[in-house]
C-alpha cells in the first residue's frame, strides 16, 4: 500500500458487510449523541435571514469544541461541514451566503467522526410559517423513515425497508428518490450495505444483529427524477418540485433497531415556527 492508498483507506467501501460488536455499538451511540445534539443546537439559528454558511460555521465550531470532526468537509472534494438542503434540493446542497427566507423549508445532514466512529443524521426545520403542503411532505417524510426503521429486525431484509417506505410514501401521494441511498457506516463514512428506500426484492440483503447502516429517504411532492447541478453536489428535483429527507444511523440488534441519532431534546422532527 502506497501513502496515496493509505491516505485513501477510508474511502473505500470494504466488499463486504461487517457485523459490529458491543464495543462498536457503544462508540456509536457516542458519536450518534453528539450528532443529534448538535442538530438539536442548531434548531434556533434556523430563522429567516440566517445564511447557511453561518449555519455551516457554527457546526463547525461545535465539532472543534467537543473533539470531534465534520466529516463531509474535505470528504471528495466537498468544502464545507455540513449539507444544507432548501426547497427543490433533494440533498447534499453547499451552504453558501444566500439568507433563508420565511416560507423555506431545509434539511441539515450532519455527519461528526467522534474517536473514529461516523454519527450521521439529518432533519427538516421550517423556516418561520411554511405552506400546508411543505409541512405535510415533511411529516410524511418522517413517518416513512420511522417505518422503515420499524421494519428493521434480524430475519428481515433490505426490501422490506424499502417497502415499508415507498409503499407508505406513496399511499400518502409522494414519490421516493431512487438515485441516492442509506450506507453502511462506523469507522467508515460510506460502507456496505446500500440501503435503497424503494422494493427491491431480487437484491434483497438479509439483515443481521451487529449491522450498522444509515436510513436517509428523501420524498418529493412531484416526480421523484433528480439532476445534480454544475457544482458536482447539489441534487435537485427535475420538476422542481419540493423535496425532503430524515436520516438516522441504527443499529441492527437480536429484536430490531437501535437508534444512535435520537435526539436528547425530542426535538427528531423539529416544531414548525409560529
Ligand atoms: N451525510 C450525507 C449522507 O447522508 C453525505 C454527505 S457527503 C458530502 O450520506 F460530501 F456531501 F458531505
Ligand atoms: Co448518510
Ligand atoms: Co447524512
Not at 85 to 106: A, M, Q, W, Y
Request: glycine share 8%.
Amino acid at each position: 500500500m502506497t501513502f496515496i492508498e493509505a491516505a485513501q483507506a477510508p474511502l473505500r467501501k470494504t466488499g463486504h458487510i461487517k457485523l459490529h460488536g458491543p464495543e462498536a455499538f457503544a462508540a456509536m451511540r457516542k458519536a450518534g449523541h453528539l450528532t443529534a445534539t448538535l442538530l438539536d443546537a442548531v434548531t434556533p439559528l434556523v430563522r429567516p435571514g440566517v445564511t447557511t454558511n453561518e449555519i455551516d460555521q457554527f457546526c463547525f465550531d461545535f465539532a472543534m469544541a467537543h473533539k470531534a470532526y465534520p466529516a463531509p468537509l474535505d470528504y471528495r472534494g466537498f468544502r464545507k461541514s455540513v449539507c444544507t438542503s432548501i426547497n427543490h434540493v433533494v440533498c447534499h446542497g453547499i451552504p453558501d451566503d444566500k439568507p433563508l427566507r420565511e416560507g423555506d423549508v431545509i434539511n441539515i445532514d450532519v455527519t461528526l467522526i467522534v474517536e473514529g466512529w461516523h454519527g450521521d443524521s439529518s432533519r427538516m426545520y421550517q423556516v418561520g410559517a411554511v405552506s400546508r403542503r411543505a409541512s405535510r411532505l415533511i411529516e410524511v417524510t418522517y413517518e416513512a423513515l420511522m417505518r422503515g426503521i420499524a421494519a428493521v429486525k434480524p430475519g428481515a431484509t433490505t426490501h422490506d425497508i424499502g417497502t415499508a417506505i415507498q409503499v407508505f410514501a406513496e399511499a400518502e401521494r409522494c414519490s421516493v428518490v431512487r438515485e441516492f441511498c442509506g450506507h453502511g457506516l462506523g469507522q467508515l463514512f460510506h460502507d456496505e450495505p446500500n440501503i435503497l428506500h424503494y422494493s427491491h426484492k431480487t437484491s434483497a440483503i438479509p439483515l443481521k444483529p451487529g449491522m450498522i447502516f444509515t436510513i436517509e429517504p428523501m420524498l418529493n411532492l412531484g416526480r421523484p427524477h433528480v439532476k445534480v447541478l454544475a457544482d458536482g453536489w447539489t441534487a435537485v428535483t427535475r420538476d422542481r418540485s419540493l423535496s425532503a429527507q430524515f436520516e438516522h444511523s441504527i443499529g441492527v440488534t437480536e429484536t430490531g433497531a437501535e437508534i444512535f441519532t435520537l435526539s436528547p431534546a425530542g426535538l427528531d422532527l423539529p416544531p414548525a415556527q409560529v
